[in-house]
């Protein structure tokens, strides 16, 4: 497996030392007035899917990153099927897809296990990839939708100054009826 998801670069500057926001890295200084559309940050970890036209394989976000066991399993009961071959078949055809997401729940990162009730794990997309095209929201979500499987919410519209002041307010996650707060948004 090839394709790693592109690094999100960072909206704001830091002040190390005391974890504050001192200004706005380019080019999100230039843009700062547009608007923004910003899904729910998930806390797990990074997961490719790929079809290569005839066979599903998955990785992490690099092709030596670990997959914690319980997930890897999830993965393989979710994906690693004929009724998930097939409809891989039916929405992406020969053509070569990267359906990328977050792999969530039990024993995933920090605050893993308060996605999903009862030490299960998820799957959660947030983009897709196919023919080294980059499919837009409506299109993503479409496809996961069709696949039985969800997409991370937007949760926000606007500047980067509103952006800044919902992350402020702690909003709480959309997942598992909204039990604790958002990890926070990416845009």
Request: include cysteine; glycine fraction near 10%.
């Amino acid at each position: 497996m090839e394709k790693e998801y592109q690094k999100i670069g960072n909206v704001f500057k830091f002040d190390e030392k005391f974890r504050t926001i001192v200004g706005l890295n380019e080019p999100y200084e230039t843009l700062k007035n547009i608007i923004w559309q910003g899904t729910e940050k998930i806390d797990g970890t990074n997961i490719r899917i790929h079809w290569d036209g005839h066979d599903i394989t998955f990785a992490g976000h690099t092709d030596k990153a670990q997959i914690p066991n319980n997930l890897k399993a999830y993965l393989e009961e979710t994906f690693l099927t004929d009724e998930m071959e097939y409809v891989f078949e039916q929405i992406f055809g020969e053509s070569e897809a990267y359906i990328f997401g977050e792999g969530f729940g039990y024993k995933i990162q920090t605050n893993g296990d308060k996605y999903l009730a009862d030490n299960k794990c998820g799957f959660i997309i947030f983009d897709i990839n196919i023919d080294g095209w980059d499919l837009k929201r409506k299109d993503v979500d479409d496809i996961a939708n069709k696949l039985g499987l969800p997409s991370v919410p937007v949760v926000f519209e606007g500047t980067l100054d509103e952006a800044k002041e919902f992350v402020a307010k702690h909003q709480m996650s959309t997942l598992n009826g909204g039990l604790h707060e958002m990890e926070g948004i990416v845009l």
